[in-house]
């Protein structure tokens, strides 16, 4: 099952976040998104645990918990949803 965590304290790593989920079972990832322009964490990631009910009790038990002062929002990932294509608009055609 995969498990989106918000609310990550930015300097977070992903070594931390393993080892937080890792006392209520296996996990097989954990990704942290990044911003690709300056490197730096968005405050959130994924966590993915083959076992169903181990991933029900780390969301139970992290639900709310606090890491680095801050509260953290933990619930089953959803699809991402389709997009439609971005529009251009914001540029400026030059003629």
């Known amino acids: 099952m995969?498990?989106?965590v918000g609310n990550l304290p930015y300097d977070i790593?992903?070594?931390t976040l393993t080892t937080t989920f890792a006392e209520y079972g296996k996990v097989d990832n954990?990704?942290?998104v990044m911003d690709r322009y300056t490197g730096q964490s968005k405050g959130f990631g994924f966590v993915s645990m083959a076992d169903w009910k181990e991933a029900q009790n780390a969301i139970k038990a992290l639900e709310g918990e606090e890491i680095g002062g801050r509260p953290?929002?933990?619930n089953q990932?959803?699809?991402k949803e389709d997009r439609p294509?971005?529009?251009d608009d914001f540029k400026r055609k030059r003629y």
């Open 2 to 4: 995969d498990i989106y």
């Open 13 to 15: 790593d992903e070594q």
């Open 30 to 32: 954990v990704k942290i």
């Open 72 to 74: 953290l929002k933990v």
């Open 77 to 79: 990932a959803r699809q």
């Open 85 to 87: 294509p971005r529009r």
